[in-house]
C-alpha cells in the first residue's frame, strides 16, 4: 500500500523522549485504521467509533479504509507490510489472525507473528438468520423448509473459510440438509440479499444482523454462544434447539510488527479506555458485542489458544480455498 510517511522516531535520546511524551505518533498527514472488509455492519461501525477515539486523544486525523478482498488478505497484507511507524492499524475479526494461518497454505505472511497484538475491544457470538424466503421462525421450521426446497438451500457468509461459513456448514451437518455456500465480500451485502430475498439464509456475527432483526427486516434463527445474547434475549442458543455447536469470535487492533511499544501503549490505552467508558459500551451492546477490553500481552495468548482450538476442525471440515 502507497502511502505519505514521515519516520516518526529519530535518532538519540531527545527524539526518544519526544516520543515518549507524545506517543501519538509525529508528523504524517493522516493514521490509518485498516478495515479488511466490506464497510457497514458491527465492525466496521465500531472500527469508526475507535478511530474517531483515537482522532481526539492523538489530536490528528484519523480514517478508517475498508480494503476488501481475498477473504479479508488484502487489508491485512497492507498492515503487514506498512511501516512500523505507528501511521497504519488494523482493526479485524478474529479469523484473519488465527483462521488463515490454517485455510490458506500459501499465505505469504504470518499474521501471529508478523502484527503485533495492540488490544482486543470485544467478543460476539455467530447468528443464522433468515428473510423473506423461508419465513422460517426457528431451526426446526427451517429444517422443514430446506428439507422441500433443496434447489433454494443457499446461504450466505462474509467469506469463504470464515468461522460464520464453517458453523453453518456444522448446522447442516448436524441436521441432515444440504446447504450451498455463497461467499460475500463482508457481512453487509449477504444481509443485504437475504433481505432481498435472493438467499435463503445468511449466517453472520450476531452483531451484524442484530439491529436488522429487531427491525423485523430478517429473523435471527439461532446464536452460538453458551447462553443467548443481551441483546436478542428472544433468540434461542443452537444447543437450546438441539445442535451442539458454539462458537466465539472477537474484535482486536494490531500494529505491524516492530512498531515501538510506546505507540502501541497509547493505542492500547485508548482502544481499553473506549470500550470501557459508558459510551463505549452501550455502542458495544447495542451492536450485540461484549466489550473486553484485554491488554495486547492477553490479546497474544487468546489468539494462540484459538488458533490451535481451531485448526483441528478445519482440517477435519475437508475446506480447501478457491484461491
Known amino acids: 500500500m502507497a502511502l505519505t510517511r514521515r519516520t516518526v522516531i529519530a535518532a538519540g535520546a531527545a527524539a526518544t523522549a519526544s516520543v515518549l511524551a507524545k506517543p501519538a505518533i509525529a508528523q504524517s498527514n493522516v493514521i490509518k485504521v485498516i478495515y479488511p472488509y466490506a464497510a457497514g455492519g ?21 480514517i478508517v479504509e475498508n480494503r476488501v478482498g481475498a477473504d479479508g488478505r488484502i487489508g491485512v497484507r497492507a498492515v503487514v507490510d506498512a511501516p512500523a511507524d505507528g501511521r497504519t492499524f488494523l482493526f479485524t475479526p478474529f479469523a484473519a489472525i488465527v483462521l488463515h494461518p490454517t485455510v490458506y497454505s500459501n499465505l505469504p505472511y504470518n499474521p501471529l507473528t508478523d ?9 460476539f457470538d455467530f447468528a443464522l438468520s433468515t428473510g423473506p424466503m423461508t419465513g422460517a421462525r426457528n431451526l426446526e421450521e427451517l429444517v422443514t423448509w430446506l428439507r422441500a426446497n433443496p434447489d433454494k438451500a ?35 451485502p449477504a444481509l443485504a440479499d437475504l433481505i432481498a430475498g435472493q438467499i435463503a439464509l445468511a449466517s453472520t456475527s450476531a452483531s451484524d444482523a442484530t439491529e436488522l432483526h429487531k427491525s423485523g427486516k430478517l429473523r435471527i434463527l439461532a446464536t452460538t454462544g453458551e447462553k443467548r445474547t443481551t441483546t436478542t434475549p428472544d433468540v434461542p442458543t443452537y444447543k437450546e434447539q438441539g445442535y451442539d455447536i458454539t462458537a466465539e469470535g472477537w474484535y482486536s487492533m494490531y500494529a505491524p510488527a516492530k512498531t515501538p511499544q510506546a505507540l502501541v501503549d497509547k493505542v492500547r490505552d485508548i482502544v ?14 447495542r451492536l450485540g458485542l461484549t466489550p473486553t477490553g484485554r491488554n495486547g500481552t492477553e490479546l497474544a495468548a ?3 489458544r484459538d488458533f490451535k482450538f481451531w485448526a483441528g476442525p478445519i482440517k477435519a471440515s475437508g475446506f480447501k480455498p478457491s484461491d
Open 42 to 62: 458491527g465492525a466496521d461501525t465500531v472500527a469508526r467509533f475507535l478511530a474517531e477515539q483515537m482522532r481526539a486523544v492523538l489530536n490528528e486525523p484519523v
Open 115 to 123: 502484527l503485533t497484538p495492540i488490544a482486543q475491544a470485544c467478543v
Open 154 to 188: 443457499a446461504f450466505g457468509s462474509p467469506a469463504a473459510g470464515s468461522i460464520p461459513h464453517f458453523s453453518a456448514i456444522l448446522f447442516a451437518q448436524a441436521a441432515k440438509v444440504e446447504l450451498r455456500h455463497v461467499p460475500f465480500r463482508g457481512p453487509a
Open 272 to 285: 481499553i479506555d473506549t470500550v470501557k467508558k459508558p459510551e463505549g459500551q452501550d455502542l458495544l451492546r
Open 302 to 304: 487468546i489468539q494462540e
